[in-house]
């Protein structure tokens, strides 16, 4: 006698292997880039930095201070190591098929009907091709994985133990990846404890916890040294986490923050639906949801421009995952669900700026091919090293005149305020200070940190100083206290396309300070600039904020001041102002437009065309309305 399937089991069966081919080519249309461009400007050339300090042997938290750990390398797949390279590779799959495989998990628990795995898969692969297309590196892939892993292993009947170390361990590593991802898997957890201490299941929260705890020593030992190095470490790359919220909070179009605020709304909306009702499973989920909603708005938000899309895409996949995990609820819950996950894509959609061209089968074709080239490139060493010549033709954006490459080629140099793509182009001697681009210096202990670093004999012997800056800041003031020591240890050479190169002087004393007077102004009210000085002027300005303004830091954004200067009469344009680090003592000696406006101040043939400086708010109310100036002066040789 033989055995026969039952036709429903047959239908289970093809269903189950349909959704595994399809998730299988989703994965495969949407597969990352497996060898990334290097170039020049300021976001590649922090990639290029993440690798080559990495090469070098820098320690992280202490000799390299960024918003990126020592293994934050892993997200760009660039071919400056090939060692290097493997592992970002190896890195980047993982993360992919992570992603994939969770989300193959999550469709088999809920057994959701044909039409709502679909959906899911849309959503899916929409969302990943606009934001590889406009960002390029999908890192809310990875908080999605875990989110949907902490799902999985709540609602598991008995969780396997070696499960949740491997999840304390998963959340771990984004520390060292970068540590406001590692502070978002935090938020991620936080909500997944308390649901596991709530259901007394004191033994899961143990072992993911001691995962977790576990693989924090275990990796900061290994990957940035002794205990004080690893505490060095939180403590800094707090300090640029809090410092990046006050410091390059960004605006954009107001219906995307209608959108988000609409978006809280239909959440505390499902929320007390699902408490009035006593519905278990679906207040499980939205609360375990809540700490990712949240970094995300955060996110998204604070720096408003392409950052929403992260938004967009994490809000669209919970409440689609959310609509999913409804269906076999009341219809009415179904159809708000699909209705909300609908208008986040679409919004998403729109912030994206969709385009079919995103979802195009030559985009397939192009997968497998990059596939392909990079599985040559592993196999043969010599094809790999002829590809990164090919890379490394495509960033030759920097032209350095013959004169200036002979002048510091085999010497040590630095760049200001980001181009250190220039390094990796020229075989130049990179030196590093601690924070290696000049706009994320954005309080007075940073940017002291990298004072002490000019100060010391560890500065490099020249500076390729370009005068520009992000945001509409005043390119000077964004490391005012290092800019001091850069005025006295270096001397002028000459001027090379946009940059003015800079040598080291033979011998350097800190200079000594002469306070001028103190002035007390008011926000909107212009406040004098003394001419009457000697030496370089700077001034030490306090801007007091008050407790709306941290309310506003802590559930949106800070509010923005501004600087504007009087310049022989005239008033500028307004410049984005960090009170935070502008209390080191910014430049007022005069107003510099222009490169050979620099590099006179430099030379010491000050103008002093500044009459007065004029400070604006965003909002009046989250601001103590006084403005306190302390000027002093430094000699000029």
Sequence with gaps: MTDTIAPGKQSQGRQKLFQVILLLIVALWTFPV???TISGGLDNSWRVALHRTTIEGLRYGREVILTYGPLGYL????????????KSVVYTITNHLLFFFTLFLFIRKEKPDWKRWLYL????????RIIQTLLGVVAAQTIISLFILNYLYLNAEKPNSLLGILLGILHSILLYIKFSDGLSALFLLLPFILLLLFEKRVRGVFVILTGYLSAVVILGLLLIGPPGDVALFFYNSFQIADGYINSTAKDGPMWQVYVALLSWVVYLGFMSYALFKRDSPRIKYLFLAVGLLFVSFKHGFVRHDLHVLNFFFIWTMVFTLYYLITSSGKSFLKQVALLFSLVLFFAFGASGSFHVSMISPSILLEKLHDIKMSIHMIADENFMNSQAVN???????????????QLISGHTVDFFPWDISIAEQYGLRWIPRPLFQSYFAFTEYLDLLNKRHFSSNHSPEFILYSFKSIDGRYPLFDEPATFSTLLKRYQPVSIDGEFIVLRKKGTYEEPREHTVLTSVGKIGVGIPIPKDTDGYLFGRIYIDSNIWWKIAKLFYKPPQVYIQFVVDGNITQPYRFLPSNATNGVSLSQFISNQKDLFDLWDGKLTKNLDAIVFSVQNVHCFKEQVRVEFFTIPIN
């Design 75 to 86: 997200r760009f797949p660039i071919l400056i190591s090939r060692n290097l390279w493997l």
């Design 34 to 36: 497996l060898l990334q």
């Design 121 to 128: 898969v849309v959503i899916v692969f929409a969302g990943l």
């Design 391 to 405: 890379e490394r033709k495509l960033y030759e954006s920097y032209s350095l005149k013959a004169k200036t490459y």
